[in-house]
Structures are given as structure tokens and as C-alpha cells.
């Protein structure tokens, strides 16, 4: 997990289709990503990426259906067959589950309800086969959790072609997953909630690294083997 660093598109419903999460550089205080803007005071931000061996088009599927009453938070296959049934993730992609758009809620796991409602994430930005970036609030914290896919050299995944570096590295994807926040709180509240948000995020890398990873590996060998 990469230390942390204390440093909108709209668009249209869109459609979809192995190794350890990899520790990165800081990203200068400068340097921007998709939906940076959703939360441009954030006072917490949090990098991870790993390195898929799949197609833009092939991850990008996975990254849509995530989510909890969708396609599930993807634990690990080695971890997830120890679980009841009914809660283990999408193994396959489902066409229900592949429409998002701006505004869209996902709901999400909480204790209790806020304001009388169940915990969600609103979807604020989606560029398809390129960025999916959810917003919510919680203990005090606004936040924002981006899924970027980036080239192994750190560049946006482009659609259509239009990039000679995704072109080339077609067969590798770079899962960005980026949390930014900003606490509602001061003094040691904030920085609680600042911790919590490490932890959060680091649970969610930790399930959802591998567990696409498992699932768009398989995904491929089964088409291989049927060719």
C-alpha cells in the first residue's frame, strides 16, 4: 500500500466487458486525475495500483459491476469460497449490472442509516473504459474513490486507439485506485477519521486487486480454451 500523501465529466449511461498491489511514488502535488475536481480541498489522499494482465475493454466490466447488491466487492476466489453462498461476488459479467451513469447510487455497507437513509456512493464522474469515480461522506469525512485504468507508463487508458502507448500495452491494464478526503472535523477528530479513511481504502484494495485480477484471468483462459 502506498504511504499516504497529505497534499467532471458528464456523461451518459455506458455500458461494459496477478500480482500484489504495487507501491508507487508519490504523485507530485501538482499532477492531477479524473475527478480530482469532484473534491479539489481534500486534505487525505491515498494511491494504490496494480498491474492487470488484461485488456482496458476486458477490466473495465468488472470495475462498472463493483459494488455491493451489483456484482459484489470481489474477494478473493481463495478466500471467497469459504463464504455463504449468497455472500460471494459476481463470478461472470451480467448485462444488468453494466449501466451506470452520473447520479447513479451504489449502495454501500454502514452501521445504522444516515439521515434516515442506508449508506451509498453516488457515482460524480464516468469516462467509459477509462475512470469510474464514486463521492460519499462518512464519520465526518467527505470523500471521493476513483477507479482510474492507466498504461504500465502511468498514462489514462485511451479508447478507440487513440494512444499508441495503450495500443502497444493492449494486453496490460493499470488499476489506479485513488481515495481523496476531507474531514469535517479539526485537531485529533481529524485526524481519526483521516485514519480511518487509510484503513477503508486499504480494505478495499485488498479485496478488489485480486479479485478482478482472479476473475478477468479466468475469464481469458476460459476463451482460450474454447478457441
Do not use: C
Not at 498491489?21 to 494504490?48: C, H, K, M, R, W
Not at 498491474?51 to 451489483?70: C, H, L, M, S
Not at 469516462?127 to 469510474?132: G, I, P, S, V
Amino acid at each position: 500500500m502506498s504511504e499516504p500523501q497529505t497534499t467532471t465529466a458528464t456523461a451518459a449511461p455506458t455500458t461494459a466487458a496477478a500480482a500484489q498491489p504495487e507501491t508507487t511514488p508519490a504523485a507530485a502535488p501538482s499532477q492531477q486525475f479524473i475527478g480530482d475536481n469532484v473534491l479539489p480541498d481534500a486534505d487525505t489522499v491515498y494511491d494504490q495500483r496494480k498491474t492487470i494482465n488484461a485488456a482496458p475493454e476486458d477490466v473495465w466490466p468488472w470495475v462498472v459491476q463493483w459494488g455491493k447488491g451489483r456484482g459484489g466487492w470481489y474477494v478473493p476466489a481463495k478466500f471467497e469460497k469459504a463464504l455463504p453462498e449468497k455472500y460471494r461476488s459476481a463470478p461472470t459479467i451480467d448485462p444488468k449490472w453494466q449501466v451506470l451513469k452520473v447520479g447513479d447510487k451504489v449502495p454501500d455497507y454502514g452501521l445504522g442509516k444516515k439521515d434516515g437513509d442506508d449508506y451509498h456512493l453516488e457515482v460524480a464522474v464516468i469516462e467509459n473504459q477509462r475512470a469510474l469515480v464514486y463521492k460519499g461522506e462518512r464519520l465526518g469525512m467527505d470523500f471521493t474513490w476513483a477507479l482510474l485504468l492507466e498504461t504500465p507508463s502511468g498514462t489514462e487508458a485511451a479508447t478507440n486507439g487513440s494512444s499508441a502507448d495503450s495500443t502497444a500495452s493492449a494486453t496490460e491494464t493499470v488499476l489506479h485506485l485513488r481515495f481523496r478526503g476531507k474531514s469535517q472535523q479539526s485537531g485529533w477528530k481529524a485526524k481519526v477519521t483521516q485514519q480511518i479513511g487509510k484503513v477503508t481504502d486499504g480494505m478495499m484494495a485488498s479485496a478488489i486487486f485480486p479479485g478482478i485480477a482472479d476473475r478477468v484471468e479466468q475469464q481469458e483462459k476460459k476463451a482460450k480454451v474454447a478457441a
